[in-house]
């Protein structure tokens, strides 16, 4: 089990009659980035309060750096880095002092480590001075990230670090994600957004407390390969419900201009297009986010 840098067995969690967790397995690998992927509500930040000890599961067990996260939490919290979802700096502290406090939580000076957190911090140096609640959204995550990293952690836990910051700042935090792991640390990261998959090397789909599939992009897209069509209607608001009660179609969704089809084996794109008010049927690879619809859609697992 130490192979792991995370592993759990059974994690169950409830609030009152709320299932938040429903027996949870899963491992994530020495230096990978594990992406935990779904909605609000799914569990994630649950999960993540266990692991970094904050919360006791009702049932289950789990190990973080191969420490029982029951039996030994303390070696885990100096050993986990935790960005949690909201804000976690001190608004009225400057860039600064966030950094040099969090340091101090774990009785050491932002030299000590300086290193580990240079290449993110440099970009953050031209307002070492403001106050955090002043920064841009992606600079916050950036300093949140910073403070995460300044005692030199073994293993990172980001809970929906790039929720409400733009693309660009989303594409570059990934960017440095991939960097802090060349260097051996693993992460795992939670998001709401399906497209960021492509950036992790395993994931979990997550959804209502469960782990729906787990895996790496590919291997998840593989084995969910299914008949998909994107349609467009004359108005896609009436062709998604004649299509929903059409025959052979498993579910219908609106993604941008086109309606997602999921369809039975037997359907043929000429049936799709007999359905009234469809103007353009095209057969199309499943994308992750199909994969997770459909999945939720059926209830499999
Ligand atoms: N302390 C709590 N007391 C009661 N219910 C809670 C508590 N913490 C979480 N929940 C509920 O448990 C479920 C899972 O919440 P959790 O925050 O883990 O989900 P999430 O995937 O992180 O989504 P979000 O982005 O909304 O936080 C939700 O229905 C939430 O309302």
Redesign the pocket.
């Given at each position: 089990m130490d192979s792991f840098a995370i592993h759990t067995e059974g994690i169950t969690?409830s609030?009152?009659a709320?299932k938040?967790?429903d027996s949870v397995s899963l491992d994530v690998a020495r230096g990978e980035i594990f992406g935990?992927i779904?909605?609000?509500?799914?569990?994630?930040?649950?999960?993540?309060?266990i692991l970094t000890t904050l919360?006791l599961p009702d049932e289950g067990r789990a190990e973080v750096c191969g420490f029982d996260i029951i039996g030994n939490p303390r070696a885990i919290r100096f050993r986990a880095g935790y960005m949690p979802?909201r804000f976690s700096l001190y608004p009225d502290l400057t860039v600064e002092e966030n950094l040099r406090f969090y340091a101090s939580l774990f009785g050491g000076r932002v030299s000590d480590n300086f290193g580990m957190v240079e290449p993110v911090y440099r970009q953050l140096e031209p307002f070492r001075n403001r106050r955090a609640g002043k920064l841009s959204g992606g600079m916050k995550q950036k300093l949140a990230l910073c403070c995460a990293l300044i005692h030199k952690p073994e293993i990172l836990f980001l809970?929906?670090p790039t929720?409400g910051v733009d693309a660009v700042s989303r594409s570059e935090f990934w960017d440095i994600l991939s960097g802090i792991k060349q260097g051996g640390m693993p992460i795992i990261v939670?998001t709401?957004y399906m497209d960021e998959a492509s950036r992790c090397d395993r994931i979990a789909l997550?959804n209502?407390?469960r782990i729906l599939e787990t895996g790496s992009l590919d291997e998840i897209l593989s084995r969910n390969d299914m008949p998909v069509y994107a349609v467009r209607g004359e108005n896609n608001y009436r062709t998604l419900q004649n299509l929903r009660h059409a025959a052979g179609v498993r579910d219908a969704v609106l993604f941008g201009e086109y309606i997602h089809v999921f369809a039975e084996e037997r359907l043929s794109a000429s049936v799709l297009a007999a359905v009234s008010g469809v103007a353009e049927v095209k057969g199309i690879s499943p994308n992750i986010e199909d994969v997770f619809i459909n999945i939720m859609g059926h209830g499999k697992k």
């Open positions: 969690k609030f009152g709320l938040a967790l935990l779904g909605p609000d509500g799914a569990g994630k930040t649950t999960l993540f309060r919360m979802g809970d929906e929720t939670s709401p997550m209502a407390g």
